[in-house]
């Protein structure tokens, strides 16, 4: 047998020494098991709290403030370019084309001069707006992209001027300081016209006058200097 403190000990002794040993081996490992739960649990409301912020910031953010980029090109479902935002030899541009990659409008600032292009399904220019120094023009072209009406607004006043298929002038009006401006070239004519397209009233290429055509088309009375 054992001695304890002079005395031999015995079996019960040797086990109640055992029970409290265990007793506290198991409140040690409750101490670490509880320790390391409120660590973990800490650490998880850490990263919900963590989320919670960014997703608050992010909603009171709202969209993107700034985007800095040289040359924006936006897509089909194709992989087709539809729209492109760049630079063109410095100038600031955008174009939109159709679906058979063919550009129908076009806005640009060239040398600091705003200008919009719209052009038809072969890529002819038919209209086109800009604005310089003189003032704003707005310029209709025909089918083979030569224009054929200006109208523009400069210094002088507003004005109206018509080209044929050669782009020479046939016809002008205009608002100056003066008074008004009317111009028909190569043969002057003025008709007015029924729903019919009917000339009601002329003047011929003859000379100064005056004519008046009936519902045929024939002239019923005229008066020619």
Request: net charge neutral; glycine share 14%; proline share 3%.
């Given at each position: 047998m054992?001695?304890k403190?002079?005395?031999?000990?015995?079996?019960?002794?040797?086990?109640?020494?055992?029970?409290?040993?265990?007793?506290?081996?198991?409140?040690?490992?409750?101490?670490?098991?509880?320790t390391?739960?409120?660590?973990?649990?800490?650490?998880?409301?850490?990263?919900?709290?963590?989320?919670?912020?960014?997703?608050?910031?992010?909603?009171?953010?709202?969209?993107?403030?700034?985007?800095?980029?040289?040359?924006?090109?936006?897509?089909?479902?194709?992989?087709?370019?539809?729209?492109?935002?760049?630079?063109?030899e410095d100038?600031?541009?955008?174009?939109?084309?159709?679906?058979?990659?063919?550009?129908?409008?076009?806005?640009?600032?060239?040398?600091?001069?705003?200008?919009?292009?719209?052009?038809?399904?072969n890529?002819?220019?038919?209209?086109?707006?800009?604005?310089?120094?003189?003032?704003?023009?707005?310029?209709?072209s025909?089918?083979?992209?030569?224009?054929?009406?200006?109208?523009?607004?400069?210094?002088?006043?507003?004005?109206?001027?018509?080209?044929?298929?050669?782009?020479?002038?046939?016809?002008?009006?205009?608002?100056?300081?003066?008074?008004?401006?009317?111009?028909?070239?190569?043969?002057?004519?003025?008709?007015?016209?029924?729903?019919?397209?009917?000339?009601?009233?002329?003047?011929?290429?003859?000379?100064?006058?005056?004519?008046?055509?009936?519902?045929?088309?024939?002239?019923?009375?005229?008066?020619?200097?």
């Amino acid at each position: 047998m054992a001695k304890k403190g002079g005395e031999s000990m015995t079996i019960e002794d040797r086990l109640e020494n055992m029970e409290r040993e265990l007793g506290r081996v198991k409140r040690r490992n409750r101490w670490l098991l509880g320790t390391m739960l409120l660590l973990v649990g800490g650490l998880v409301a850490a990263g919900a709290f963590k989320t919670t912020v960014n997703s608050a910031q992010a909603q009171g953010a709202g969209a993107v403030k700034e985007v800095r980029a040289k040359r924006i090109v936006l897509e089909d479902e194709n992989g087709q370019e539809r729209a492109i935002l760049g630079l063109i030899e410095d100038n600031p541009a955008l174009k939109l084309f159709d679906k058979n990659g063919k550009t129908r409008a076009a806005l640009s600032l060239f040398e600091d001069e705003p200008r919009l292009a719209l052009r038809d399904e072969n890529g002819k220019e038919r209209v086109g707006l800009s604005v310089d120094k003189d003032g704003p023009f707005l310029s209709l072209s025909d089918e083979n992209g030569k224009s054929r009406a200006w109208l523009a607004v400069t210094k002088y006043g507003p004005g109206l001027s018509l080209y044929d298929e050669k782009r020479e002038i046939r016809a002008w009006l205009g608002v100056i300081k003066d008074g008004q401006s009317l111009g028909l070239k190569d043969g002057p004519s003025l008709g007015l016209y029924d729903e019919k397209g009917k000339a009601g009233l002329g003047v011929t290429e003859d000379g100064p006058g005056l004519a008046l055509v009936g519902p045929d088309g024939k002239v019923i009375w005229s008066a020619i200097k």
